[in-house]
């Protein structure tokens, strides 16, 4: 599947009732041998910036997990987790620059300011960011 596939699968998990985390996610998760229905309950929690908007927006959580299975070697190795780190910060970094910020609350303009970012858009972007980045590590 490409990272275009993928993008559009999380719009679709998306429009079928997966929120943002599980949009994202659940997209990816064929990749390191989860199951949708696994997935799904993962991300769940993750929605809505993590339950009321005030954390950090879902699409991005959800690339995280994504990314996570992708580049640790587990427990027993714990050698690599710089690498997961710079990934991670990685994502979170181009997902800010693309549009200004990774809290849910500022992404909708929840306390009346300019929306930066729709629910749709967040996912896209995410679901990108992090194809990319697997694409370009040779992670899919």
């Known amino acids: 599947m490409t990272v275009e ?3 559009q699968k999380a719009l679709d998990n998306h429009v079928n009732g997966c929120n943002c985390a599980q949009a ?8 390191f041998g989860i199951d949708e229905d696994t997935a799904y309950r993962i991300a769940e929690p993750f929605g809505r910036g ?3 908007r005030t954390g950090m927006c879902g699409a991005i959580t959800g690339a995280l997990m994504a990314a996570g299975p992708a580049f640790s070697e ?10 997961t780190y710079d990934v991670a910060a990685g994502i979170v970094s181009a997902f800010k620059e693309k549009n200004g910020s990774v809290i849910c609350r500022e992404l909708k303009g929840i306390d009346g300011g ?19 980045i697997l694409n ?4 899919i």
């Open 50 to 52: 993590n339950g009321d």
């Open 114 to 132: 300019k929306p930066l970012r729709s629910c749709m858009g967040c996912i896209e972007d995410a679901a990108r960011i992090a194809g990319e």
């Open 24 to 31: 994202v996610l659940c997209a990816y998760c064929d990749l």
């Open 5 to 7: 596939e993928r993008v």
């Open 136 to 139: 370009e590590q040779k992670k």
């Open 74 to 83: 587990g427990k027993a190795a714990r050698g690599n987790k710089k690498e």
